[in-house]
């Protein structure tokens, strides 16, 4: 379908992790010439708590992707909580629009399997490839390919810098936003930022069937310490390690004087000896994060150029999950790349691709809205401390927490707590 006069593929995707891959691989399942562009080489680590709720899991069944244990996952119940004095254990709902169980694994390995399923598909991958920047047309300003510089191993540049041109760009370019920047697309101030820090242990407790949530965190025994800002998890990874990790979120993108390494390190020292989270057993430094969340650039789309996954702050506000938003960005992009390949006008293209945002904001911008209203709440360690002591005994009360935070509820029909999140996330602007 590429006319080889001027472009190099139908639609070249920049960056390779979950919302890059997912694009890449729903582009060329149509038929479409595809150019995947990844600055690093696979397997490369990325900063994530790996656990994935079963929203992930859905898009990657979508994807074809193959979910055994023997291919490296490991399948989990739902989510234990922990803090206020209890300890509950909720399983993930039986539901229609979602499995009833959530995933985890690593995403050096998770990432690396995503790219190479997009290539199977028949993308092109082009690892080292670092795009420095857009390409535009000099008449209208239109997104028409992206220049990009070859890299080494070591980061540093192998080559002169390349162009390759495509009608449509998407980029799936992570937090820095290359691309976005480029165009002038700042992020919004006035939308939730979290900081994530982690790093892995070999513990006896790889094989825990729950996702866990430390919802607070002590500086020593807990009642008689400090409250730190933030909440703590450990995901087990089956293989003899968990992931363990901290993270914190503010309802503005102002930066903050916290130390999260030194928090993680208070929490560590404090850790029942039981599960051996010693400096022995740690593998890796711990290593932390941005989190940009509820759609905090935009638009989406506009000038030839889409927005998915990191580059357009689609981390929840509610989880600080972004694994399976950007596998559903990739994909609604990519339907939104292949109508508008069908489209016999340049006016008809444009809606094609103009979709995209909309058909994002009618499923995300309500619940990111109510989002940053629970950001707001929950940010003050005092206020989840109350929450979780009071809140935790009241079965229905953390049966709608746990489908509202998970975003795993019935869109239409459903019970009375899907019915009452799903009026609640369209009441809510989508702003």
């Keep these: 379908m590429v006319d080889a006069r001027s472009d190099d593929a139908d639609v070249i995707v920049v960056g390779a992790g979950p919302a890059g891959s997912s694009a890449a691989y729903h582009c060329a399942s149509a038929g479409l010439e595809v150019l995947l562009l990844e600055k690093a080489e696979f397997p490369r680590d990325k900063v994530c708590g790996d656990g994935l709720t079963p929203r992930a899991v859905k898009e990657l069944a979508a994807m074809g992707v193959s979910l055994r244990e023997e291919d490296g996952w490991i399948r989990n119940r739902g989510l234990r909580v ?70 080494g191993s070591d980061g540093k540049r192998a080559g002169d810098d390349v162009t390759y041109r495509a009608p449509v760009v998407i980029a799936a370019d992570g937090v820095s936003a290359r691309l976005a920047t480029g165009l002038g697309l700042e ?89 051996e989270f010693t400096p022995e057993n740690q593998i890796g430094e711990v290593r932390g994060a941005a989190l940009p969340m509820g759609f905090n650039r935009g638009p989406l789309y506009g000038r030839g150029l889409m927005l998915a996954g990191d580059s357009a702050g689609m981390i929840s506000p509610f989880n600080g999950e972004g694994i399976a938003y950007g596998l559903q960005a990739g994909r609604f992009a990519a339907d939104s790349v292949v109508q508008a390949a069908a489209r016999g006008s340049a006016a008809g293209r444009e809606r094609a691709l103009a979709a995209y945002q909309t058909r994002m904001k009618d499923d995300l911008g309500g619940y990111y809205t109510l989002g940053r209203v629970f950001v707001k709440l929950i940010e003050h360690p005092q206020v989840m401390h109350v929450c979780t002591r009071y809140g935790l005994p009241r079965p229905l009360l953390m049966k709608f927490v746990l489908k509202l935070l998970s975003d795993c509820y019935e869109p239409r029909g459903g019970d009375m707590v899907d019915r009452t999140i799903s009026a609640l996330a369209r009441l809510a602007p989508a702003a």
Excluded at 124 to 151: F, I, Q, S
Excluded at 253 to 267: E, G, P, S
């Design 82 to 151: 922990v803090g206020g004095g209890h300890r509950l254990e909720l399983p993930w709902p039986e539901l229609s629009s979602y499995p009833s169980y959530g995933l985890a694994r690593s995403r050096m390995s998770l990432d690396h399997m995503l790219a190479s399923h997009a290539r199977a598909a028949g993308a092109k991958l082009l690892e080292r490839t670092n795009v420095t920047g857009p390409l535009l047309d000099e008449r209208t300003g239109r997104v028409v390919g992206v220049t990009a510089r070859p890299v």
């Design 187 to 275: 992020k919004r101030m006035d939308r939730p930022m979290g900081v994530a820090v982690r790093t892995y242990f070999r513990t006896p407790r790889h094989d825990d069937p729950w996702m866990e949530s430390q919802l607070e965190l002590w500086d020593g025994a807990p009642g008689s310490s400090n409250l730190m800002p933030g909440y703590g998890w450990i995901f087990s990874l089956g293989d003899g390690t968990a992931n363990v990790g901290l993270g914190s979120v503010s309802s503005t993108a102002a930066a903050t004087k916290v130390d999260y390494k030194d928090l993680f390190r208070k929490w560590m020292a404090n850790a029942p000896a039981e599960w």
